[in-house]
Structure formats: C-alpha cells, structure tokens
T-cell receptor
C-alpha cells in the first residue's frame, strides 16, 4: 500500500545536538513538505520541495535545514537542537495527480531537553 | 501572506447534534480550501475540500460552505457521532507574500461528541 513513512517515530535529545528526521514515500509524488505541530498552533510549514532540485523555505525555517536525496526521500535536520524545537513533526506529500490533497506521514515526536 | 483564523478552538456537542466550525482567510486570491481531521495520536487526513468556484459541497454527514465575498468558509457536521471526536483543521492555499501557493492552516478545533 503506497504510503508516507517517517523515522524515528519518537526521539529524545539534548540541547545542542544535531538531529535528522527522515521521510520516505512510495506514492510517487513530486512534492514533499515538512510541518511542525504545536498544541494550539496548528500545522506550520518549515520547508517544501517540488522536485529533487527544488528546495524552498516555509513559514518557520530558522534553525532547520533539509535535504531531498531522491524523489522519495526528504530529510529534516536540526543543526543545534534547542528546547523550543520540542514538537510533533509531520512530513507530507502531494502532486498534480493527487489534486491538492496532501498525504501526511505518521509524525515524529521530538523532545529536546 | 495568507492568514487563516479558525473558531472555536474547542467545541463540545451531544451525540446527534450538529457541529459547525468557521474559518476566515485574508488572501483574496486563495482558491482551494481543505479540511483535515486528526484523531488522537494519528496523522491529519483530508475529509472534504472546496474550490473557489463552488459555494457548497456535501459528502454524507459533512458539508463545507464558502463565501468568497466575506472570505470565510465553514465545516458542518450533522448527526454527530462519538467517532467524529477529533481535531479539525481548515486550510487555505495562499498566493501572495510568502505563501507561494502552499497551504496555510488554521490553529485547529478540538471537537468532542458526548454519547
């Protein structure tokens, strides 16, 4: 079944550590997104990519970087994690065949101590 | 860029009653308005969407209405059931400023349906 997967599902780390969150998809979609979810703040876009050679900053990109290693893989890195980056992170995919629907991964819960 | 306001932040109804969640948007060029449902511990999933050339869309017990002039859209759930309990997010696809055609989400409404 075509899906969007994220690893790890849960991660606890310390301030100052570099962390990578990974997203893979088997839907064959061109577009991939990273969102952050905080209680009461909804979903906020961190970075997005419309194809392998296209990377764009979203609403809250400071402190984050991304890499689109292949059409199916999109990684999010926290260069030096800080406690206010504690959140639930979602990857999502879409393309013209899905209309405008975005398909979300299961999420990664990150805690920065 | 686009800004989406969603109300209320929490909503509690009795099973069988109707629930209405309202959103307003700022970018008059926005043309696509989806609603996502997120059950506890799960990923957001699209439940219904509407485009700017349509005023209303229905799918069984859920419906969405759009008023382009007033720049607001609403989700209506009739005959609510306990399994409707979840957080609901509205979104608008914005074009101006930093939105660049991406979805801008409201902050969510936590709906509780009491048996």
């Amino acid at each position: 079944d075509a899906d969007v997967t994220q690893t790890p599902r849960n991660r606890i780390t310390k301030t100052g550590k570099r962390i990578m969150l990974e997203c893979s998809q088997t839907k064959g979609h061109d577009r991939m997104y990273w969102y952050r979810q905080d209680p009461g703040l909804g979903l906020r876009l961190i970075y997005y990519s419309f194809d392998v050679k296209d990377i764009n900053k979203g609403e809250i990109s400071d402190g984050y970087s991304v890499s689109r290693q292949a059409q199916a893989k999109f990684s999010l890195s926290l260069e030096s994690a800080i406690p206010n980056q504690t959140a639930l992170y979602f990857c999502a995919t879409s393309d013209f065949t899905s209309g405008n629907e975005q398909f979300f991964g299961p999420g990664t819960r990150l805690t920065v101590l | 860029g686009e800004n989406v306001e969603q109300h209320p932040s929490t909503l509690s109804v009795q099973e069988g009653d109707s629930a209405v969640i309202k959103c307003t948007y700022s970018d008059s060029a926005s043309n696509y308005f989806p609603w996502y449902k997120q059950e506890l511990g799960k990923r957001p999933q699209l439940i219904i969407d509407i485009r700017s050339n349509v005023g209303e869309k229905k799918d069984q017990r859920i419906a969405v209405t759009l008023n382009k002039t007033a720049k607001h859209f609403s989700l209506h759930i009739t005959e609510t059931q306990p399994e409707d309990s979840a957080v609901y997010f509205c979104a608008a696809r914005g074009y101006y400023g930093g939105s660049q055609g991406n979805l801008i989400f409201g902050k969510g409404t936590k709906l509780s349906v009491k048996p």
